[in-house]
Structure formats: structure tokens, C-alpha cells
């Protein structure tokens, strides 16, 4: 029979496990901004260069209903990889209530 193999220990990377999470949160909203800016300035050029827009009618837009609602849940799609199910559990309402009466 073999034996069974041992589950490595997780060791935070920088000393700290929250550190770390802070870490990772901030390299993630990092990438994600720097995704977003490459993109929208790519949109915005190929729009004005084609006449179809120009910057002045894009800050004044008001989305639709759809269109917000599809906005908000990219929004916390982003916001829940960002801060990640790890730190939400450790520093949700329920988990900071629980150590408040501690």
C-alpha cells in the first residue's frame, strides 16, 4: 500500500497571511485596471477615428436599465475576485461581529 501523500503547509509568502491577501488583492486590481484602461483607450481612439463618437458624448452617457444592471454585477464579479471568497470569509459583517464579542 502507498503511502498517502502529505498536503503541503501553506506559508505566507511575504510573513504575514493577511499581508499577503493585501498583496493579492492589489496585484489582481492592478491587472484588472490596467486590462480595463488598455481597452477603453484601444475603444476610444478606433471610435473617434471613425467619427463615431467623440470623448464629450461618452463622459455625458446614461446607460440603460440593462445596461446598468449588467455594469453592477461585472462590477462585484470584479470586486469578488479582487478581495477574493478568503478574505471576504475572514473579514465579513459575521466573522468581524464574532470577534468583536470575542
Same mark, same amino acid.
Given at each position: ?11 505566507? %509568502? ?22 480595463? $484602461?488598455?481597452?477603453?483607450? +484601444? ?12 470623448? =464629450?458624448?461618452?463622459?455625458? %452617457? ?5 445596461? !446598468? ?5 461585472? $462590477?462585484? !464579479?470584479? +470586486?469578488?475576485? +479582487?478581495?477574493?471568497? =478568503?478574505? =471576504? ?5 459575521? !466573522? ?7
Amino acid at each position: 500500500m502507498m503511502a498517502k501523500p502529505k498536503k503541503a503547509i501553506r506559508m505566507p %509568502y511575504l510573513g504575514d497571511e493577511v499581508l499577503d491577501n493585501l498583496v493579492h488583492m492589489n496585484t489582481e486590481l492592478l491587472s484588472e485596471f490596467w486590462i480595463l $484602461r488598455d481597452r477603453v483607450t +484601444v475603444l476610444e481612439h478606433l471610435l473617434e477615428q471613425t467619427g463615431t463618437i467623440n470623448r =464629450e458624448e461618452l463622459n455625458n %452617457y446614461v446607460p440603460s436599465d440593462a445596461l !446598468a444592471d449588467e455594469l453592477e454585477n461585472e $462590477r462585484n !464579479a470584479i +470586486v469578488k475576485r +479582487v478581495i477574493g471568497s =478568503e478574505w =471576504e470569509r475572514d473579514w465579513s459583517v459575521d !466573522a468581524l461581529i464574532k470577534r468583536a464579542k470575542g
